[in-house]
């Protein structure tokens, strides 16, 4: 079993993401530290590029905000070094195809392996147009997740379909369980389950079907799956939990560090563990 398998080992994994950077890479390492203690099982540490294509508007401005503090690729390498020397909780990054492309892939990869991350996750590379990614990947022992996303699962529509729309469309079902089910059975470390189409962000309510995209995984892998985007309070979390092995949180935690700035720490420790204490008994 990899370490990132093993943080869902103990009941249902909290995944928090925080932004490389934002207030300060100093206060980025007391952030995990303070996670970990906080309950964290798995921490997503967002490498911040300039055009974020899936984030809504908090971690673009945390983007931001980390950039214009001049934080690197480099810089981030290096924290990592110092986290590593104090604890093992499982890692990944969340990053950009331009930022791994920009340092060069076989540059990157091995350098993330190198000072102890675990995985890497690149939302805007779709599964079809990753091997390039994945080659270095697999030569270097990092998890490349995969991402599924509520447009892969789509009811299969029946021969004497007599709907408006394309009739092309009857069977566009067939072709999304097809698709979804390739991307289970390749998928490595954990499968990110997108609950709602858009960007990143905070949501009042959540109506995907998530426990039939989990279904299709199930049918095709036994790799853990952890649902993210717009999930924010602890009810959204149980209720998800319920489908799934874990769940990942970003927006509401980088708030926090946009609220609060050097003082965020005990802010989101304490965010952290009501967030962990909603998933416990599930």
Same mark, same amino acid.
């Given at each position: 079993?990899?370490k990132?398998?093993s ?6 994994a ?7 950077g934002?207030p ?5 390492e007391?952030?995990v530290?303070e996670m970990?203690k906080?309950?964290?099982d798995?921490i997503?540490?967002?490498i ?6 899936? +984030?809504?508007?908090?971690?673009q401005?945390?983007n931001?905000?980390?950039?214009s ?5 480099d810089?981030?390498f290096d924290?990592v ?8 909780i499982?890692?990944?990054?969340m990053t950009?195809?331009n930022?791994v492309?920009s340092?060069g892939i076989?540059?990157?990869?091995k350098t993330?392996?190198e000072?102890?991350?675990d ?18 990947c ?9 991402l599924?996303?509520p447009?892969?699962?789509?009811p299969?529509?029946?021969?004497n379909?007599?709907?408006g729309?394309d009739p092309?469309d009857?069977d566009?079902g067939?072709?999304?369980h097809q698709?979804?089910a390739e ?9 990110y389950?997108?609950?709602?189409l858009g960007v990143?962000?905070v949501r009042?309510?959540?109506?995907t079907?998530?426990g +039939? ?6 049918e ?8 993210g985007f717009?999930i924010?309070?602890?009810?959204q979390?149980?209720?998800?939990a319920k489908e799934?092995?874990?769940v ?10 946009? +609220?609060y700035?050097?003082?965020c720490?005990p802010e989101?420790?304490?965010?952290v ?10």
């Amino acid at each position: 079993m990899n370490k990132i398998q093993s943080a869902f080992e103990s009941g249902k994994a909290f995944i928090p993401f925080i932004t490389c950077g934002d207030p300060s890479l100093e206060i980025t390492e007391q952030l995990v530290c303070e996670m970990e203690k906080a309950g964290a099982d798995l921490i997503e540490l967002g490498i911040p590029f300039s055009d974020p294509t899936a +984030e809504g508007p908090v971690i673009q401005e945390a983007n931001e905000r980390a950039l214009s503090g001049g934080v690197t690729t480099d810089k981030i390498f290096d924290m990592v070094r110092r986290i590593r020397k104090n604890t093992q909780i499982p890692m990944v990054f969340m990053t950009y195809a331009n930022v791994v492309f920009s340092y060069g892939i076989e540059r990157f990869v091995k350098t993330a392996a190198e000072v102890g991350m675990d995985g890497i996750i690149l939302p805007d590379v779709p599964y079809e147009e990753k091997e390039e990614f994945a080659v270095a990947c697999r030569e270097h022992g990092l998890a490349l997740v995969s991402l599924i996303a509520p447009t892969s699962v789509k009811p299969l529509r029946t021969a004497n379909y007599n709907g408006g729309g394309d009739p092309a469309d009857t069977d566009h079902g067939v072709s999304n369980h097809q698709r979804i089910a390739e991307i289970a059975s390749a998928a490595e470390g954990f499968l990110y389950c997108v609950s709602s189409l858009g960007v990143t962000g905070v949501r009042s309510e959540i109506t995907t079907d998530i426990g +039939e995209m989990v279904r299709l995984v199930r049918e095709n892998s036994d790799i853990p799956c952890a649902i993210g985007f717009g999930i924010s309070t602890p009810e959204q979390a149980a209720k998800m939990a319920k489908e799934a092995d874990g769940v990942i949180v970003g927006s509401a935690i980088v708030k926090i560090c946009g +609220e609060y700035g050097k003082d965020c720490v005990p802010e989101v420790a304490e965010y952290v563990r009501s967030m962990k204490d909603a998933i416990r008994e599930v």
